[in-house]
């Protein structure tokens, strides 16, 4: 990464009170521009965002917004921001944009293809699923995204079953939980 000291537009000292949590410690503006960031309104967001990570450790070292990015160094409980305007960063966007289209296209058609490999192969294993639901749920209400991960079974998929066991008169809907149903046999 080669830096430019002219990307540099602000500097900010994160500090963190243990009763009050984030704070705006000090600012800096180091050239003139009109990319500063009101920080006293977003200190506790970047610091929640670099000093957060998650349970193995990973913290990000920079943060990239529209007009800007941010790169904080943690200092005991304090965090240092500085505050950078990209140069020549558009037409990287713009490529990794193509490239994140090209793989989601690719992996929607690895699921079609998947998905309808398992149609065809699936077709015992569904009137084994439907003869085991009904013995499922006897005595027990079960909603159907239960069902369904139970299952390994796509959305579509539970509902098409439940609805003809339903037909079948095997099993009936009990009650509504939030947005889910709550299935029982018979």
């Not at 002219?6 to 003139?32: H, R, Y």
């Not at 960031?37 to 990000?60: Q, T």
């Not at 941010?70 to 713009?94: G, M, S, Y």
């Not at 929607?108 to 699936?122: A, I, K, L, P, R």
């Amino acid at each position: 990464m080669n830096f430019n000291e002219q990307e540099l537009f602000g500097a900010a000292l994160i500090g963190f009170d243990m009763i009050d949590g984030p704070f705006l410690k000090w600012k800096k503006e180091c050239n003139k521009t009109n990319n500063m960031v009101n920080l006293d309104d977003f200190a506790m967001n970047f610091y929640l965002a670099f000093r957060g990570g998650n349970a193995s450790g990973k913290k990000p070292r920079a943060i990239l917004y529209d007009n800007f990015y941010i790169v904080a160094f943690p200092r005991d409980l304090e965090l240092c921001c500085l505050f950078c305007t990209p140069q020549n960063i558009d037409e990287n966007i713009k490529q990794l944009n193509k490239v994140a289209f090209r793989i989601i296209t690719e992996m929607e058609v690895t699921e079609e293809v998947e998905s309808e490999e398992q149609d065809e192969s699936d077709d015992n294993t569904v009137e084994e699923i439907k003869r085991l639901i009904p013995n499922l749920l006897s005595e027990n209400k079960m909603t159907t995204p239960e069902l369904r991960r139970y299952f390994k079974l796509s959305n579509s998929q539970i509902w098409k079953i439940m609805s003809e066991l339903e037909n079948s008169k095997k099993i009936k809907r009990a009650e509504k939980k939030g947005r889910a149903q709550l299935w029982t046999a018979f």
